[in-house]
């Protein structure tokens, strides 16, 4: 079961991916200037892919220097790559320089950055390390934070608004302890919530927009330990049942991506958008894997 289920998997990637840029093309991001902060691979990089297809001009910020490189010759000319860390304080600082310097602007951020901590020592409360806490928080909540302070000073300088798009997923909202267990995860996405709409409500009179996308299971490199266990695959089938009952692929991200980073959004602030197959709204089934 299975392994018919990863070959599911794989046949959606190829079959459904032109369909979605296809969507994806008919809102427009010319004059736009993103930054994705975490946008050399995963759901950050298939992001930046997807904003040039709409017009925009694109920086993208990521550790690995390899797949900065990588991601450069990915993205063409209408992008700009560089190594930053996230949890840096001067990154974002930087990306937004770099942003202005080269495209002549900066109109938008998307925060990617982020991941498990359970390298770290993050997971169910009871085992859960100070260390895993402290690291987990500092990837996903304090980068944001950075990011986004560095967005909101541009924008107040400029007078011209603009828009931040954070990373959230389901699992700050919507737990899953059968399978998903990492709790200082959970909170620093939570966290994420609050603090996107408490700057909404203070910023929306400047005219400067803030939303959170929530995804659910994603197939990315950083979701390879669910990706590769058959029974979470099983499970994930009832409980993202959207289009067969699978998990989501970076490109079904891109379209909410594209939008909410838009023009088309511009009466949009303070929101949660879920993208998760069903997830929030599905009950999941837990089966005996081993019959």
């Known amino acids: ?20 840029f296809n969507i994806i093309i008919s809102v427009t991001m010319q004059n736009e200037k993103i930054i994705v902060i975490g946008g050399t691979g995963g759901m950050g990089l298939s992001a930046a892919m997807a904003f040039i297809r709409s017009g925009a001009k694109v920086i993208v910020v990521g550790r690995d ?56 020592g993050d997971g169910p409360l009871h085992e859960l390390s100070l260390d895993g806490w402290e690291k987990t928080m500092n990837l ?25 798009l954070n990373m959230g997923s389901v699992l700050g909202y919507s737990p899953s302890p059968g399978y998903f267990t990492t ?37 990315t490199p950083m979701s390879e330990r669910a990706i590769t266990n058959p029974e979470i695959l099983n499970f994930v089938q009832s409980k993202q049942p959207l289009d067969g009952g699978r998990a989501g692929i970076p490109e079904d991200v891109d379209g909410a991506a594209v939008f909410l980073l838009s023009k088309a959004a511009k009466f949009i602030t303070g929101q949660v958008l879920a993208v998760d197959g069903g997830w929030t709204v599905s009950e999941g089934q837990y089966q005996n894997f081993s019959e």
């Not at 996903?140 to 007078?159: D, E, P, Q, V, W």
């Not at 929306?204 to 994603?218: E, T």
């Open 1 to 20: 079961m299975g392994c018919i289920i990863a070959e599911k998997q794989k046949k959606f990637k190829s079959r459904n991916t032109l369909f979605i």
């Open 65 to 120: 220097p390899a797949h900065v490189e990588t991601a450069q010759k990915q993205l063409g000319e209408s992008a700009l790559a560089f190594k930053g860390d996230a949890t840096d304080e001067q990154t974002a600082s930087l990306a937004i320089e770099t942003c202005v310097k080269h495209f002549g602007g900066f109109t938008g951020l998307y925060h990617v950055a982020g991941g498990s901590g359970r390298k770290y």
């Open 140 to 164: 996903n909540l304090t980068s944001m934070m950075l990011s986004n302070r560095a967005a909101i000073k541009y924008f107040l300088a400029s007078g011209n608004g603009g828009a931040i």
């Open 183 to 219: 709790h200082a995860y959970a909170a620093a996405k939570s966290a994420i919530i609050g603090f996107s709409k408490s700057i909404a409500a203070y910023y929306a009179k400047d005219n400067i927009r803030i939303n959170v996308i929530a995804p659910a299971l994603i197939d």
